[in-house]
């Protein structure tokens, strides 16, 4: 480290006197030691004092302090043997397709150059104390398998003790962490913790597919799930019940928000953890892959004066998003937005959200009929689930108003059918649906190893069965680092809009059934999904097997 600038920074910062400094410097002098790690090993400065105005006057950020918690041990490994174990330099882990390095001295441009032509990594240093390295490094884990083994070590240390005590032991808030921190790491939207006869399996679900990450002794689970519920406030105590509840953490400089699930299975509690991050909501209709004809009839529909639009979809293919882009698309001073959710997942500026909470009496049916009473413009309730909700709903789109909300249906028409089958007159269907978008997530073909390959049976086939003319290649992923060697990196929607113009509309009101309605949408000019995923695939964007793997009926 530059021994001039510490200096200035310290004489500037008024941390030390001139005379006290001079004597401190000949005494680092004397220890053969730089003059910061001088002053920070012997306590005369304190690394909050001085590491950030030294990071700012370097032009480089400052390692957070919860990244002690993300340090992956494995990336060391891809490193040739005299950088892996430098004082001076550590990667930390890997974030946004960069890994952050740890660094004691920016300056070393002999280090940085190497660690850049070793590697494919793209580099984001960030500054941290050669003893804060050397801590990091030497810490337990680096993987959870590692901390898995420190705690199999200290297994007969807590015999006897209560299960609380347990879940609050360093290794296993150190393996819990670990976990988390690996999930949010992969870009993972779900954790996985399943409890099996013998061990229990962490999955991550990534770009919506599930994949294994790792095997824990059963001896350590009852301890591991009881400390997700003590951070989730749930009652550790009771596991004959399912039970819900919600983490807020900040990691790796943001903030995240983990709704966590219990059930009891034969083996014990299984947890899922849904990871949202708070700094992703700001998403556009335009960023979401909309083809432009679809994107033009959702902008006209949502910025109808009254009426109903639904999203449609399986959990996890990204209706919330939509609807939420939807309701930022059309926002403004002169309308008053209210929604009714279970739960509300992310905070939306000038919206008011009302959360749903069963224990007390506040469903869906009974917020959205109060709702009426405080003068909205635009309603989005998060689900419709029964009947009453079904029928408040559409007498606030008869009403004057313009209502959001979602369905579990599989497809855009079947959506007409599904109300019908609740109990809603199909006349007053008619009257009030607007539109119904359906939609699923497909995994986005990786930029960095899309490669044109010649079309295959899969292909040819969705294309015949489209009777569209079938392309000579088709772009796939090879496999890389940036995208774990799976070939796809990011998701994007695949969509189907039915929009009900005049003559649907008077056929919807006789009550047809599904065969018809399908028959007449097509006749209007409906699009379907495989239709939107072809053109995807055409594109680039994704592949022929996402399509189907999510189209399939």
Request: proline share 4%.
């Amino acid at each position: 480290m530059d021994h001039g600038l510490v200096r200035q920074i310290i004489l500037d910062r008024q941390l030390l006197d001139v005379e006290r400094l001079r004597g401190l410097e000949g005494l680092a002098a004397s220890s053969n030691k730089p003059l910061l790690d001088s002053l920070l090993d012997e306590g005369y400065l304190r690394e909050e004092q001085i590491l950030p105005p030294l990071a700012s006057a370097l032009g480089v950020g400052l390692l957070a302090e919860d990244m002690d918690l993300a340090y992956t041990a494995d990336l060391a490994t891809e490193l040739p043997e005299p950088l892996r174990n430098d004082p001076e330099m550590l990667p930390i882990c890997r974030s946004g397709g960069r890994v952050i390095v740890a660094v004691s001295d920016p300056l070393r441009v002999d280090c940085v150059d190497r660690l850049r032509q070793s590697t494919d990594w793209i580099v984001e240093l960030r500054l941290a104390s050669r003893r804060r390295i050397e801590r990091i490094r030497n810490s337990i884990g680096g993987s959870a398998s590692v901390a898995v083994e420190h705690m199999q070590m200290e297994e007969d240390k807590t015999n006897g003790r209560s299960l609380e005590e347990l879940a609050n032991e360093a290794p296993i808030v150190k393996l819990v962490n670990l976990i988390v921190m690996q999930g949010i790491s992969e870009g993972a939207s779900d954790i996985h913790i399943e409890p099996y006869e013998k061990e229990a399996v962490v999955r991550y679900r990534v770009d919506g597919v599930l994949k294994d990450s790792g095997r824990h002794p059963m001896e350590q689970y009852p301890a591991m799930t009881s400390r997700i519920k003590i951070l989730a406030d749930l009652n550790i105590a009771e596991r004959r019940i399912p039970q819900d509840g919600r983490i807020s953490l900040r990691l790796m400089e943001r903030v995240y928000d983990l709704r966590v699930a219990t059930i009891p299975c034969l083996f014990g509690e299984g947890i899922v953890m849904r990871i949202l991050a708070k700094e992703n909501v700001r998403v556009s209709l335009e960023e979401l892959g909309f083809g432009p004809g679809t994107l033009a009839g959702f902008q006209k529909e949502i910025t109808k004066a009254h009426g109903i639009v639904l999203v449609t979809g399986p959990t996890g293919s990204g209706k919330t998003t939509s609807l939420y882009a939807a309701l930022d698309k059309i926002k403004s001073e002169a309308t008053k937005i209210i929604t009714v959710e279970d739960p509300v997942e992310y905070d939306l500026a000038g919206i008011n959200q009302i959360p749903v909470n069963a224990q007390v009496g506040m469903t869906f049916a009974v917020g959205l009929r109060s709702i009426l009473r405080l003068d909205p413009d635009i309603i989005m309730v998060g689900e419709i689930r029964d009947e009453e909700t079904a029928t408040i709903a559409i007498r606030s789109a008869l009403t004057g108003h313009l209502v959001f909300s979602t369905l579990h249906t599989n497809d855009a028409i079947s959506a007409v059918t599904r109300l019908v089958d609740m109990g809603v007159a199909p006349y007053l269907v008619a009257a009030s649906v607007n539109a119904i978008l359906a939609q699923r997530l497909v995994r986005r073909t990786c930029a960095h190893c899309r490669a044109a390959i010649k079309a295959d049976e899969a292909v040819r086939g969705l294309f015949a069965s489209l009777g569209r003319p079938v392309p000579e290649t088709v772009v796939v992923g090879k496999g890389c680092d940036e995208c774990s060697k799976s070939g796809y990196k990011g998701r994007l929607g695949l969509y189907e809009l039915f929009c009900i113009d005049d003559t649907i509309r008077e056929r919807v009101a006789a009550g047809p059934t599904l065969m018809e309605l399908r028959k007449l949408a097509v006749e209007r000019g409906f699009v379907g999904m495989r239709e939107d995923g072809a053109d995807k695939v055409l594109a680039g964007l994704t592949t022929v097997q996402e399509v189907i793997r999510v189209t399939q009926e």
